[in-house]
């Protein structure tokens, strides 16, 4: 069985460009999947949020 955490709009409370990066890393894994790249060592993507960084 498969939860969710998500409490209402995600979009709603995410800064625009926050948002687009998801959008364009959910591209993106759609894009390894697409071209088989999903089953290697090396299937880990990330993006990096604009701003200051709030990790201390």
Do not use: C, K, N
């Not at 939860?3 to 687009?20: K, L, P, V």
């Not at 364009?24 to 299937?43: I, P």
């Amino acid at each position: 069985m498969q939860t969710s955490s998500h409490d209402g709009d995600a979009q709603a409370t995410t800064a625009e460009a926050e948002w687009a990066l998801r959008v364009d890393l959910a591209a993106a894994y759609r894009l390894v999947a697409l071209f088989g790249w999903d089953d290697l060592v090396f299937t880990h993507l990330t993006a990096r949020i604009p701003g200051p960084s709030t990790v201390s």
